[in-house]
């Protein structure tokens, strides 16, 4: 997560004064990038995925699973394994990478090298990511185990959820409910989490509906809240109003940084490639939300949502009153109208079918800064892109950064880029390595299986394939885009809810090399679908459409490929199949049938600590290839519930 500098960090009041700075110098870096890489090309498709994992800790004495706090220490020891992989090479094998989160008990992990573009290497993937399940178990304590879970669903709750136990206090975070002693000790992270409740000028206000179940009372305030505290000055937010009526309150950046994901990159084999994937895949970050949604828990009570997405918005959405709107602009500059982490703003490809009613007209954007991109040779799509990113202020400055020479460094870059979290991320080279133009598809729930997580990985590739072999359009406003992206939080929103697609995916050819730009209304262009319709198609007159599996199947009997290849590429088609058609069930849906079966729920929306330690094992055998072990997990799973 973001640049992980050594150095001494400024506090806020400090670090606003030097914000203008560090705007300057990172559009200074960016422009150098630009003009020594806009023209890289690559011949094959790299690409990696990004794995994350909570750390589990169990009292077996009190059935209690709880979050381990010994990331350093597991950190550590995977260290000495990959440098120990470095001395000793294996030929064709390549230790895979572990790295620390903003939680001190989660772990990222990467493959040790990139994928390549070969049909072999795509199956490879669900190996790579059993063996760092496996790796990642085999450093940790005998009570402790690596879960791919999009939320913990006892953070913050009464009561002890982390080991050790620590109360729920702090002055970074200043929290009522989590403490300052669960945030990543790297002095990057608490100080984020200051910046951004001071730069606010209150603690974040995370608001998620609470689930009416039959016993929960009405109307529901949450019970946790502590009303009457007074250590800090922040401790006034609840009573002047930050917790809504019948939502779950959460007020610190651990609660959606505390969340975990799976992210997918790409490289591309040059710059106006890139963009091509950064704006195709962009409307395909809602649908694969809904599809992968897994988190209908927070703080110990269920929620009437089923993905993470907006609790991480909220997390960190750093906007002011002015900002928000809630007060006259005075001090501020702009009217924001999203956090830093939401979905996307703008398109930034080159195509010609790219029309403008597609973006935003209203587009908050640094005009200084578009100016100045353009007159260095961007253009203006793109400088608009990088002009909307540049009006958020850069939250953690280390003083040593400010006094080094820029030249030849992105870090001033990074540290605007990095902190705007829109479910799409534009990468441009780093200096000084060999990497080119990369795209970052951030939108995916983590699944509760490797197999899971290959297949959704696996699709997203085979996508990428067959809108660059057959110049498929996804184009619709950005603004439904935005609309998508909340419905997508509806529980059980993939069979429940219909969300705006493209109808006609295919260009029309114009003197055969450029494709024409379509004529007539846009809202001609795209319609209501459900996500069955989207990923398998729909054969209704009305309404037809191809449908992306469909399309990537036809892709894939155009290519070479072998018998074999093809078969195992399948299943997971057939899972993310059967997953949109609902035939099987989505890991939040499972996750609310497991709880409303446990003979501790009462149907008050309470998840108890005996529900929780039960459900935590039941996750960490489903990661294990133990689903026959598991209620339920044919639901989730069907025939490949006990795939090992």
């Given at each position: 997560m973001?640049?992980?500098a050594?150095?001494?960090?400024?506090?806020?009041?400090?670090?606003?004064?030097?914000?203008?700075?560090?705007?300057?110098?990172?559009?200074?870096?960016?422009?150098?990038?630009w003009n020594?890489?806009r023209?890289?090309?690559?011949?094959v498709?790299?690409?990696?995925?990004?794995?994350?994992?909570?750390?589990?800790?169990y009292?077996?004495?009190n059935?209690?699973?709880?979050?381990?706090?010994?990331?350093?220490e597991?950190?550590?020891?995977?260290?000495?394994?990959?440098?120990?992989?470095k001395?000793?090479p294996?030929?064709?094998?390549?230790a895979p990478?572990?790295?620390?989160?903003?939680?001190?008990?989660m772990?990222?992990s990467?493959?040790g090298?990139?994928?390549?573009?070969?049909?072999?290497?795509?199956?490879t993937?669900e190996?790579?990511?059993?063996?760092r399940?496996?790796i990642?178990?085999d450093?940790?304590?005998?009570?402790?185990?690596?879960?791919?879970?999009?939320?913990?669903?006892?953070?913050?709750?009464?009561?002890v959820?982390t080991?050790?136990?620590?109360?729920?206090?702090?002055?970074?975070?200043?929290?009522?409910?989590?403490?300052d002693?669960?945030?990543?000790?790297?002095?990057?992270?608490?100080?984020?989490?200051?910046?951004i409740r001071s730069r606010?000028?209150a603690?974040v206000?995370i608001?998620?509906?609470?689930f009416?179940?039959?016993?929960?009372p009405k109307?529901f305030?949450?019970?946790?809240?502590?009303?009457?505290?007074h250590?800090?000055?922040e401790?006034?937010?609840?009573?002047?109003g930050?917790?809504?009526e019948?939502?779950?309150?959460?007020?610190?950046?651990?609660?959606?940084?505390?969340?975990?994901?799976?992210q997918?990159t790409?490289?591309?084999?040059s710059?106006?490639?890139?963009?091509t994937?950064?704006d195709?895949l962009a409307?395909?970050g809602?649908?694969?939300l809904?599809?992968?949604a897994?988190?209908?828990?927070f703080?110990?009570?269920?929620?009437?949502?089923d993905?993470?997405w907006?609790?991480i918005?909220g997390?960190v959405?750093?906007?002011?009153?002015?900002?928000?709107g809630?007060k006259?602009?005075?001090?501020?500059r702009?009217?924001i109208?999203k956090?830093?982490?939401?979905?996307?703003?703008?398109?930034?490809?080159?195509d010609?079918?790219l029309r403008?009613?597609y973006?935003?007209?209203?587009?908050?954007?640094?005009?200084d800064?578009?100016?100045?991109?353009?007159n260095n040779?961007?253009?203006?799509?793109?400088?608009?892109?990088?002009?909307?990113?540049?009006?958020?202020?850069p939250l953690?400055?280390?003083?040593?950064?400010l006094?080094?020479?820029p030249?030849?460094?992105?870090?001033?870059?990074?540290n605007?880029?990095?902190?705007?979290?829109?479910?799409?991320?534009?990468?441009?080279?780093?200096?000084?390595?060999?990497?080119?133009?990369?795209?970052?598809f951030?939108s995916?729930?983590?699944q509760?299986?490797?197999f899971?997580?290959?297949?959704?990985a696996?699709?997203?590739v085979?996508?990428t394939?067959?809108i660059?072999?057959?110049?498929?359009?996804f184009?619709?406003?950005i603004?439904k885009?935005?609309?998508?992206?909340?419905?997508?939080?509806?529980?059980?929103?993939?069979?429940?809810?219909?969300?705006?697609?493209?109808?006609?995916?295919f260009?029309?050819s114009?003197?055969?090399?450029?494709?024409?730009?379509?004529?007539?209304?846009?809202?001609?262009?795209?319609?209501?679908?459900t996500?069955n319709?989207?990923?398998?198609?729909?054969?209704?007159?009305?309404?037809?459409?191809?449908?992306l599996?469909?399309l990537i199947?036809?892709?894939?009997?155009a290519?070479?490929?072998?018998?074999?290849?093809?078969?195992?590429?399948?299943?997971?088609l057939?899972?993310?199949?059967?997953?949109?058609?609902?035939?099987l069930?989505t890991?939040a849906k499972?996750?609310?049938?497991?709880?409303?079966?446990?003979?501790?729920?009462?149907?008050?929306s309470?998840?108890?600590?005996?529900i929780?330690?039960?459900?935590?094992?039941?996750v960490e055998?489903?990661?294990?290839?133990?689903?026959?072990?598991?209620?339920?997990?044919?639901?989730?799973?069907g025939?490949?519930?006990?795939?090992?």
């Open positions: 973001g640049l992980l050594l150095g001494t960090p400024m506090p806020w009041p400090e670090a606003h004064k030097h914000a203008d700075e560090v705007r300057r110098l990172g559009i200074q870096q960016l422009l150098s990038i020594k890489f023209g890289n090309e690559r011949d498709l790299l690409w990696g995925d990004e794995i994350e994992y909570l750390v589990v800790s009292d077996e004495e059935k209690n699973a709880r979050l381990s706090l010994r990331q350093e597991i950190l550590e020891a995977l260290g000495k394994l990959k440098q120990k992989a001395e000793n294996v030929d064709g094998e390549v990478t572990f790295h620390p989160e903003f939680g001190r008990f772990l990222e990467t493959p090298a990139p994928y390549g573009g070969s049909w072999g290497s795509l199956l993937v190996k790579n990511m059993k063996l399940r496996k990642a178990k450093h940790m304590a005998p009570h402790e185990a690596p879960i791919t879970l999009t939320s913990f669903p006892r953070l913050g709750s009464p009561g959820f080991d050790p136990y620590y109360p729920p206090t702090g002055s970074k975070s200043r929290s009522q409910f989590l403490p002693e669960l945030i990543n000790l790297h002095i990057r992270f608490p100080t984020l989490a200051a910046n606010r000028g603690k206000a608001n998620m509906p609470i009416y179940d039959e016993n929960t109307p305030n949450d019970p946790t809240i502590d009303y009457d505290r250590l800090y000055p401790d006034d937010d609840v009573r002047n930050a917790a809504k019948g939502h779950i309150y959460m007020d610190a950046m651990g609660f959606g940084m505390g969340c975990c994901c799976l997918i790409f490289q591309a084999k710059v106006s490639e890139a963009r994937l950064y195709q409307p395909m809602p649908i694969m809904a599809l992968t897994a988190a209908p828990v703080k110990g009570f269920l929620a009437d949502v993905v993470r907006n609790v918005s997390a959405d750093d906007r002011t009153d002015e900002e928000r809630v006259p602009l005075d001090k501020n702009w009217k109208p956090s830093r982490y939401a979905s996307v703003s703008t398109y930034i490809s080159e010609p079918r403008p009613e973006n935003d007209p209203d587009l908050i954007i640094d005009k800064i578009k100016q100045e991109l353009m040779g961007m253009d203006e799509k793109l400088a608009t892109h990088f002009a909307h990113l540049f009006i958020r202020d953690v400055i280390f003083n040593e950064t006094e080094a020479s030249e030849g460094l992105s870090d001033h870059f990074e605007i880029q990095s902190t705007n979290w829109q479910h799409m991320r534009f990468k441009p080279p780093p200096p000084g390595e060999n990497i080119g133009w990369r795209v970052e951030r995916m729930e983590i509760l299986t490797d899971e997580n290959a297949a959704y696996i699709f997203i085979l996508l394939r067959a660059l072999s057959y110049g498929l359009n184009y619709i406003p603004s885009v935005h609309e998508n992206m909340e419905t997508a939080h509806a529980r059980d929103a993939l069979n429940t809810k219909k969300f705006w697609f493209r109808k006609d995916i260009h029309e114009g003197d055969g090399t450029e494709a024409v730009p379509a004529q007539g209304p846009v809202e001609d262009e795209y319609s209501l679908f996500i319709e989207i990923i398998n198609g729909s054969r209704s007159t009305e309404n037809y459409f191809i449908g599996i469909p199947e036809s892709y894939l009997n290519v070479n490929i072998d018998v074999e290849t093809r078969c195992e590429f399948s299943d997971y057939d899972l993310v199949s059967k997953r949109a058609s609902g035939e069930i890991g499972w996750i609310r049938e497991f709880i409303a079966a446990h003979p501790d729920y009462k149907k008050d309470v998840v108890g600590e005996r929780n330690y039960d459900l935590i094992k039941a055998k489903l990661g294990m290839g133990r689903g026959a072990e598991v209620e339920g997990a044919s639901r989730l799973l025939r490949y519930a006990n795939r090992a």
